[in-house]
């Protein structure tokens, strides 16, 4: 079965600095996977995907996420962030039947 | 584009009453439509599968005749809580999959928030 882990309950960054949201998954076969941000009572917005391609992909609001094969990894990223960007945060792995399988989900505290 | 709608937003019932949800997709078709639910601080668990004009496909655990779910056109999916008690209190989203768009993203809903007293 697909699954994803993220490791990180919560992540507290101070505005202005990077931001990296974990996370790892196990599949068998090519991984499809996803990140999307959650804000208070909303549902899930897309951020980016990797299917195949460029290890590196970029997103939506300046986030971009790093596919590491060897680590089996599909980490999040933005180089500084905002304010904005305190949400709860999910990675996601599609399965063949185009179910998600969501990983816990991680908080994300910017303070000012 | 790609937009997912969810009526009602939110919702207050009383136990034993049932509570009906409904999911569109406003700017395209979705054959298949996903049912999600989700407590608080946690993550979305899937419930079901809509796939239009066929019955839905039920995750393990999940009480299909409790959780009543139609999908009679390629724009609308039900969700219809049956008999509802204060334990089927939760937040439960809705995504339809858009084919046209290349891979077959899944598009989401802004969630239903249900409360049973």
């Known amino acids: 079965a697909q699954s994803v882990a993220q490791p990180e309950d919560q992540v507290n960054v101070a505005e202005g600095n990077p931001l990296t949201v974990k996370c790892t998954y196990s599949?068998?076969?090519?991984?499809?996977l996803f990140w999307y941000v959650q804000y208070p009572n909303r549902g899930l917005q897309f951020l980016l995907k990797?299917?195949?391609?460029?290890?590196l992909v970029k997103g939506s609001y300046g986030f971009e996420a790093e596919f590491n094969k060897s680590q089996t990894s599909f980490h999040l990223k933005k180089p500084s962030a905002l304010v904005s960007d305190s949400a709860l945060y999910f990675c996601a792995v599609r399965d063949y039947d185009y179910k998600l399988s969501f990983g816990a989900g991680t908080t994300v505290t910017v303070r000012a | 584009g790609a937009v997912v709608s969810q009526h009602p937003s939110w919702v207050i019932c009383k136990s034993g009453t049932s509570v009906k949800i409904e999911c569109r997709s406003l700017?395209?078709?979705?054959?298949?439509m996903f049912w999600y639910r989700q407590f608080p601080k946690q993550s979305l668990m899937l419930m079901a599968t809509?796939?239009?004009?066929?019955?839905?496909?039920?995750e393990q655990g999940v009480e299909k005749d409790k959780f009543l779910i139609n999908h009679a056109s390629l724009t609308l999916s039900t969700l219809t809580v049956t008999s509802a008690h204060p334990e089927d209190s939760s937040f439960y989203i809705c995504s339809a999959r858009n084919q046209l768009a290349g891979v077959s993203e899944q598009f989401f809903g802004p969630g239903t928030r249900l409360t049973v007293l």
């Open positions: 990797y299917i195949t391609g460029d290890n």
């Open positions: 599949v068998s076969g090519n991984p499809y």
């Open positions: 700017d395209f078709q979705a054959t298949t």
């Open positions: 809509s796939n239009e004009g066929s019955k839905a496909t039920y």
